[in-house]
């Protein structure tokens, strides 16, 4: 596998060099998963950064009484790992496969080194954490002002922009999420959610089967 078309796949490094590319690429491993898979621990100590191939994973935060929130879905081109290996400190999330991934990752030592001398790298990595930032302060500003079904009804929308199948009938979105995970994703219990789905599923606004939702009506949603 030519890694220095994988790392062009990512928009962190898309725009080195070829020579640039190909040095870096010595240094990085190829890693392959399956599904239902824990690559990364909040809380644990981390110094490898990973960007996305092939596969989708999800990004949790997780209270003390085992709570969970899924903050974000990742996909091919992204990149996650990199705020522990950058400052040496703990994670501050953990990332589970949702499918089986192939992923590259990349060594602190050998990072740190390469944007020394690759500054428009860490630029873009900047930009890039600045982005992750912006999606986590959506996500708290939802919960705090936003009631359960106008959560749900612009996490649907957002899942079916991202990953949305489109035809004459509506919106297949691409993504199996269990509803205990489409229940992280907007900060309430199974039970809510899947009573408000069944509501939307009577008005005919949805349907679901084998845990992929199909949006028939989408604008019908709160908003």
């Known amino acids: 596998m030519d890694k220095v078309k994988l790392l062009l796949g990512s928009s962190l490094f898309c725009d080195l060099s070829n020579a640039d590319l190909a040095e870096l690429a010595t240094h990085t491993e190829l890693r392959s998963l399956r599904a239902k898979q824990m690559v990364v621990l909040q809380g644990t100590p981390g110094n490898e950064m990973y960007a996305v191939l092939h596969g989708r994973l999800k990004v949790i935060r997780s209270s003390a009484e085992g709570k969970e929130a899924t903050i974000s879905i990742l996909e091919a081109g992204e990149m996650f790992g990199e705020i522990a290996m950058l400052d040496g400190g703990l994670r501050t999330a953990s990332v589970e496969t949702l499918e089986p991934c192939e992923l590259l990752v990349l060594r602190r030592e050998n990072v740190m080194q390469y944007l020394d001398r690759h500054p428009q790298v860490m630029h873009q990595m900047i930009a890039a954490l600045c982005q992750r930032l912006r999606s986590v302060d959506d996500f ?84």
Request: glycine content about 8%; aromatic content about 4%.
């Open 140 to 223: 708290l500003q939802d919960a705090m002002f936003l009631n359960l079904p106008q959560r749900l009804g612009k996490t649907l929308r957002q899942l079916a922009h991202q990953h949305g199948i489109k035809d004459d009938e509506g919106v297949t979105i691409d993504l199996k999420l269990t509803q205990q995970e489409l229940a992280n994703m907007v900060g309430s219990s199974r039970e809510s959610v899947n009573k408000q789905l069944s509501v939307w599923m009577e008005h005919g606004w949805l349907h679901m089967e084998q845990g992929v939702i199909r949006l028939l009506d989408a604008d019908k949603l709160p908003k």
